[in-house]
C-alpha cells in the first residue's frame, strides 16, 4: 500500500466522496468508480483507508448522529445548496443523517473536523471549551463559573437580567441589585433570592443546588407554575416536572470549580456524563445495566483518563479505545 504520507489530500476526499456514493447508490457507476481507480496510483490506497475508518466509525457514529442531530441536518441542508461542479443525481449529496454522521466521525477521526454544538454556540455569549472551566465577570457585578464545554446567553437589560443555560453547567455569585436574576433551562428556571447557586443541564434533566441564599425554581415559566423554593445545602431536579428538593453536599458538587469532580453513590452513567465535558473525545456507555451501578469517589477533572481507570478498577467494566478520540465502555 502506498505510505499514508504519500496520498494526497485530494485523492483522500474523493475516497471518500466516491465511499458515500457507492453507499448510496449500491450497483450503479461501476465503471466509472473503476476508471477513478485506475487513474492514479494513489486512488486505491486513499479508498482502502476510506474504507477502514468508515468501517472503525460506524458504532461511534450512531451516538455522534443522536448528540448531533441539528447540527447534521444543517450540514445536510448546506450540502444540498452547496452548488454543483458538473451535472449530477443530486440525491448523491444527499446522505441520510446517519451516513452524514459516519462521514462526520470519519472527518474527527482523521483529524479534519472538531464537532461541537454548533447551532447552540451561534446564540451563546459565552462558551467553554472541552476541559476547559472559564470564570467571568457579568456587566451588573455578578460572577459567573461555567464547566466544561457549557455555554450561556446573557440578557442583562429590561426589567430582569437573563442567563439562559443552553447546555453543560454554571454556577454564579449574584451581585444584589433590585433587578430580578433568572437564570433559564429549557421551559424552567431558577430565580435568584439569594447568592451563590449552580444550575446544571444533565440529559433531559436540569438539577439546581445551591450554596448560599435562596433560589426559587420552577419547571416551566408559564403563570401559577409550581415553584419551589431552595436554602443553601438544597437541591432539586426537574424535567417535565418539578421534583422534591434534598439536601446537598454543595460544597462537593461545586468542587468542579476547583478541578474536582465528587460523587457519592452515583450511577455510573452520570459519572461519566460528568467526565465527558473533559476527555478530550468521545465517551460511549454501551450497557444500561452497568450504567446503574452506583460509585463514589473524587477525581480530578484535569486528568479523565485516570479517572476512567480508576473506575474501570472499582467497577469492572472493560474500556475499548477507537481511533484515539472515542472510549467505549461495556
Not at 11 to 39: I, K, N
Not at 60 to 66: E, G, M, N, T, V
Not at 147 to 171: F, I
Request: glycine content about 8%; proline content about 6%; hydrophobic content about 45%.
Amino acid at each position: 500500500m502506498t505510505p499514508d504520507t504519500l496520498i494526497p489530500p485530494a485523492a483522500r476526499q474523493q475516497a471518500r466522496q466516491w465511499l458515500l456514493r457507492r453507499r448510496e447508490e449500491a450497483g450503479q457507476g461501476v465503471a466509472e468508480f473503476q476508471r477513478w481507480l485506475e487513474a492514479d496510483p494513489a486512488h486505491a490506497p486513499a479508498y482502502a483507508e476510506a474504507e477502514a475508518l468508515w468501517r472503525a466509525c460506524e458504532h461511534p457514529a450512531q451516538a455522534l448522529a443522536a448528540e448531533e442531530a441539528d447540527a447534521l441536518q444543517g450540514y445536510l441542508n448546506a450540502m444540498q445548496r452547496a452548488p454543483q461542479r458538473r451535472r449530477s443525481n443530486p440525491r448523491r449529496w444527499v446522505y441520510p443523517l446517519a451516513s452524514a454522521a459516519c462521514l462526520l466521525a470519519m472527518l474527527w477521526a482523521g483529524g479534519w473536523w472538531t464537532p461541537g454544538h454548533w447551532l447552540t454556540d451561534l446564540s451563546a455569549d459565552y462558551v467553554s471549551a472541552p476541559g476547559e472551566v472559564r470564570e467571568l465577570t457579568l456587566a451588573d457585578g455578578s460572577q459567573l463559573t461555567l464547566d466544561a464545554d457549557s455555554a450561556v446567553a446573557v440578557s442583562l437589560h429590561g426589567h430582569t437580567r437573563r442567563v439562559e443555560l443552553l447546555r453543560g453547567a454554571a454556577s454564579f455569585a449574584v451581585k444584589h441589585l433590585s433587578k430580578p436574576f433568572v437564570v433559564c433551562v429549557g421551559e424552567g428556571e431558577a430565580q435568584v433570592l439569594g447568592t451563590e447557586f449552580e444550575v446544571r443541564r444533565l440529559g433531559e434533566q436540569t438539577r439546581v443546588t445551591v450554596a448560599e441564599g435562596r433560589v426559587a425554581v420552577r419547571a416551566s415559566r408559564a403563570a401559577g407554575a409550581p415553584e419551589v423554593v431552595l436554602g443553601a445545602g438544597e437541591q432539586v431536579a426537574f424535567a417535565a416536572q418539578l421534583g422534591t428538593p434534598e439536601s446537598a453536599d454543595s460544597r462537593a458538587a461545586l468542587a468542579w470549580r476547583q478541578g474536582w469532580l465528587n460523587f457519592y453513590r452515583v450511577p455510573l452513567g452520570e459519572v461519566l456524563e460528568r467526565l465527558a465535558p473533559y476527555y478530550p473525545g468521545r465517551i460511549l456507555l454501551l450497557d444500561g445495566e452497568l450504567a446503574q451501578r452506583r460509585v463514589s469517589g473524587s477525581f480530578p477533572s484535569g486528568d479523565p483518563q485516570a479517572a476512567l481507570d480508576a473506575l474501570q478498577a472499582v467497577v469492572g467494566f472493560r474500556q475499548q479505545h477507537w481511533l484515539g478520540r472515542w472510549v467505549l465502555i461495556r
